[in-house]
């Protein structure tokens, strides 16, 4: 996640998705949800489309559930994650998706806010700013998700690997490790382990990445302090613990 600060001074938004606050006008997100209008308007013409092999396999699957009464069922307020309390993100931030059915999830991605877990949940829920992260986790360990696993997150400045990934921010600060309190590493960890579980993610650093390396991001979160090691391990003893109790 690029730094809140950072993110108010340059208008940019988390992913760079969001407003142009220089001059108060809302730009295209790189994400590129504007394509969902092309979509949608393809779904009309899917059948002519597929006879004059105008439109590719790969589109029409991830087409289909878009006809009204063929996607999954959602209740209001339901959260992925059973220790999470939902706060929903404004819906300008995201995009809706039907994962793992459309887009594969292969995956996580960690951010640290650059700022106050409040000043996230804000920013999250503010239309303008473009971009949201489908979990935050505050220093005391309490899990929050804003925006369901099903959709895609404006989170990494990469239209592909938000498609493919879930996002989790951590309170605090990337210049002081000391804000990656011991409770927010455990409960980060046995966040992300379910995550793993319920998409085949592997627990390797392949896999389980920082937004700094996001290809083209100019983010550094979740900066040299973040203790990769000691994260891996925790997941992996997360996903052992929870392996064992199933």
């Known amino acids: 996640m690029e730094e809140l600060q950072a993110r108010q001074d340059t208008g940019r938004g988390l992913s760079q998705d969001g407003q142009d606050a220089q001059n108060g006008h809302?730009?295209?997100p790189k994400d590129g949800?504007?394509?969902i209008g092309r979509r949608s308007l393809l779904i009309g013409g899917?059948?002519?489309?597929?006879?004059?092999?105008?439109?590719?396999?790969?589109?029409l699957g991830r087409l289909w559930w878009r006809v009204p009464g063929m996607a999954k069922p959602r209740k209001d307020g339901e959260v992925d994650y059973a220790g999470a309390r939902?706060?929903?993100a404004s819906s300008a931030n995201w995009r809706l998706a039907d994962r793992p059915d459309d887009y594969g999830v292969d995956r996580v991605i960690i951010h640290v806010t650059q700022g106050s877990f409040d000043s996230a949940v804000k920013?999250?829920?503010?239309p303008a700013h473009g971009a949201a992260a489908h979990y935050i986790v505050r220093k005391d360990g309490h899990v929050t998700q804003m925006i369901r696993e099903l959709d895609v997150a404006f989170h990494a400045g990469n239209r592909e690997y938000n498609e493919r990934s879930v996002g989790i921010e951590h309170e605090g600060f990337v210049d002081k490790p000391e804000d990656f309190t011991d409770a927010m590493y455990a409960a980060s960890a046995r966040l992300t382990a379910r995550v793993c579980a319920r998409y085949g993610i592997p627990v390797d650093r392949e896999h389980i990445m920082g937004h700094v390396e996001v290809p083209g991001t100019d983010h550094t979160d979740p900066g040299t302090g973040w203790d990769w090691d000691r994260y891996l391990r925790l997941v992996r003893?997360?996903?052992g613990a929870a392996t064992t109790e199933a």
């Open 26 to 28: 809302r730009r295209a």
């Open 46 to 59: 899917a059948v002519a489309a597929v006879a004059t092999g105008v439109l590719a396999r790969d589109e």
């Open 237 to 239: 003893e997360a996903a």
């Open 123 to 126: 920013v999250f829920q503010n």
């Open 86 to 88: 939902w706060v929903a």
């Open 33 to 35: 949800d504007r394509r």
